[in-house]
């Protein structure tokens, strides 16, 4: 189940609630009023004073030296894996992590960074010992492990840090350095319900997306060592990421943490209401903000045609849906969607 599949395909009604991704936020007035009052400079030559502040704020945040600005996630993550391994390198990661599956394998083809994709246990982790069975020898036929990638929340668990700990740990030992695809980092700091600088400890390099469930319209950012964070910032540059008066969106993303992070809770309750009113037509597993949906017979093109009938919009996927709760769900929206599911199955049950 491709959790892409078709999302700009759905029908072009009037759409009350989004349910595709919580990338489909869209700043609000607050959002856009700082944007447009935003100081700003030249970050190419590092005088953007915005930029210069998000990346700080977020280093300081997350108890690292650095931080480095980006426009996207798969950005992010893509200079992260360059400034830690060179061509003919590896990464250790899991099979459906993003950093694999997701990002068009960009370190292989781009930078020449072999992959070694593992299967994740139940609760999204890698096993620390199948991470020891993956760490190669040092041997001319084989690539030299260098990095182990992980992912937080992954499909919208959140991995307990004990589980990540003893995973790092293996890595650690055997001289490799870690990397963490925090994309939704702060869904998996308010479902564990811990320091936000406690997850970042047990990772080199993590990687923080601005416009998932916390709302900006644009960006991420690499935070980490500042010898790895230069190296990040020149392979920035030269995969055309540099910009210029980019203040403005990082003012977003100092809004966005100044107050979409501690509602990120609401999300994760309406998700779990939601996936309780679906419990009763197919199988529902929801963590976090969000729930993958699998009724009986799976989800056919009748499910999406429905519910945008109804102002709901869902991707296109076959089978299994996936079902993301963000800041612009409302109560109201909420109930919309569930009338829209309770009227397709009442309708099919009677």
């Known amino acids: 189940m491709n959790q892409y599949a078709q999302m700009k395909d759905a029908p072009s009604h ?43 704020v977020l280093a300081e945040r997350l108890g690292k030296e650095a931080g480095l600005f980006l426009t996207s996630g798969t950005q992010s993550n893509f200079v992260g894996l360059l400034a830690h391994c060179a061509r003919g390198e590896e990464i ?23 992959f070694d994709p593992l299967d994740v ?35 919208g668990k959140a991995i307990p840090l004990t589980r990540l700990a003893e995973s790092t740990a293996v890595a650690r030992a055997a001289g490799l350095a870690v990397h963490l695809d925090g994309a939704r980092y702060f869904n998996a700091i308010a479902a564990l ?25 644009v960006g991420s950012v690499l935070v980490g060592p500042r010898e790895i964070i230069d190296k990040a910032r ?25 107050h979409n992070v501690s509602r990120l809770k609401d999300d994760h309750a ?36 429905h519910m945008a009938e109804h102002g709901v919009k869902l991707t296109g996927a076959t089978g299994t849906t996936r079902l993301v709760l963000h800041k612009d769900v409302t109560d109201e929206a909420l109930q919309t969607a569930i009338s829209g599911f309770e009227s397709f199955f009442g309708d099919r049950s009677s």
């Open 14 to 56: 009037a759409m009350m609630c989004d349910l595709r991704s919580d990338t489909v936020t869209r700043p609000d007035a607050d959002m856009r009023r700082v944007m447009a009052d935003a100081e700003v400079g030249d970050d190419v030559f590092g005088d953007d004073p915005t930029v210069n502040k998000l990346e700080d």
């Open 92 to 114: 250790i990661t899991g099979r459906p992590y993003h950093i694999f599956r997701y990002e068009a394998v960009g370190a292989s083809v781009l930078g020449g960074i072999a």
């Open 121 to 155: 246990a139940a609760d999204g982790a890698l096993e620390p010992e199948a991470i020891v069975g993956a760490i190669k020898e040092d041997d001319v036929h084989m690539p030299v492990t260098r990095l182990l990638g992980l992912e937080n929340t992954h499909n």
């Open 193 to 217: 319900n811990c320091a936000e600088a406690a997850l970042a400890d047990l990772f080199d390099t993590v990687s923080i997306c601005l416009s998932k469930g916390l709302g900006a319209p």
């Open 234 to 258: 020149r392979w920035r540059k030269m995969l055309g990421g540099g910009t210029r008066q980019a203040g403005i969106l990082a003012a977003a993303g100092l809004h966005a943490l100044d």
């Open 270 to 305: 309406r998700a779990a209401h939601l996936a309780d009113r679906l419990s009763p037509f197919g199988d529902v597993q929801q963590a976090t903000n969000m729930i993958f949906f699998t009724p009986e017979g799976g989800v056919t093109s009748d499910l999406p045609r």
